[in-house]
T-cell receptor, first 114, second 113 residues
Framework: GENVEQHPSTLSVQEGDSAVIKCTYS??????FPWYKQELGKGPQLIID?????GEKKDQRIAVTLNKTAKHFSLHITETQPEDSAVYFC?????????????FGKGTKLSVIP | EAQVTQNPRYLITVTGKKLTVTCSQN?????MSWYRQDPGLGLRQIYY???????DKGDVPEGYKVSRKEKRNFPLILESPSPNQTSLYFC????????????FGQGTRLTVV
């Protein structure tokens, strides 16, 4: 099955700086890579996703890059703000596998220091 | 409002006492899943359902049961809870296999003593 490794497990940045979270996956058939943000006391919420036919996707201050050859993808947050503080999860799945199994990384706790 | 609703939000129970955590979604989604979240382990899938009466095991199904008798509901059943099932549980739903954004509930914090 799929295995997703996520680094770092914790990340502290100064407000206004950039933050980068990296994930690697093992199954070359995986073709969908979402990122979820979990605020304290809440369920995870999708913030951005990328499919394997695209190398990069951007949404305002958030961007995701995908390197299929190396089997890794990254989340980039620019101009960080205190409200970006949360736990971030990457995930991977093969949408053509005939089942629905989203494999998550172990999460990164991001702290943005004002 | 589109949402996934779990109940209860908090539950303390004793070893061996059967319990059910309910999950309901109002988005007419086909896919529903249960995850448990433990410190340092992230989110691990327990069971999932691709449609009514279609369920399958995820990565950590031992000690759990599910049912999908209606499209909107996907209860998680612990027949004989044990302390190692103390965890934070999340239900999630998504429209279909191709449209794979998962909408999560608010979570159920379960403590088994």
């Amino acid at each position: 099955g799929e295995n997703v490794e996520q680094h770092p497990s914790t990340l502290s940045v100064q407000e206004g700086d950039s933050a980068v979270i990296k994930c690697t996956y093992s199954d070359s058939a995986s073709n969908y890579f979402p990122w979820y943000k979990q605020e304290l006391g809440k369920g995870p919420q999708l913030i951005i996703d990328i499919r394997s036919n695209v190398g990069e996707k951007k949404d305002q201050r958030i961007a995701v890059t995908l390197n299929k050859t190396a089997k890794h993808f990254s989340l980039h947050i620019t101009e960080t703000q205190p409200e970006d503080s949360a736990v971030y999860f990457c995930a991977a799945t093969d949408t053509g596998a005939g089942s629905y199994q989203l494999t998550f990384g172990k999460g990164t706790k991001l702290s943005v220091i004002p | 409002e589109a949402q996934v609703t779990q109940n209860p939000r908090y539950l303390i129970t004793v070893t061996g006492k059967k319990l059910t955590v309910t999950c309901s979604q109002n988005m007419n989604h086909e896919y529903m899943s249960w995850y448990r979240q433990d410190p340092g382990l992230g989110l691990r899938q327990i069971y999932y359902s691709m449609n009514v009466e279609v369920t399958d095991k995820g990565d950590v199904p031992e000690g759990y049961k599910v049912s999908r008798k209606e499209k909107r509901n996907f209860p998680l059943i612990l027949e004989s809870p044990s302390p190692n099932q103390t965890s934070l549980y999340f239900c999630a739903s998504s429209l279909s296999q191709g449209n794979t954004e998962a909408f999560f509930g608010q979570g159920t914090r379960l403590t088994v003593v």
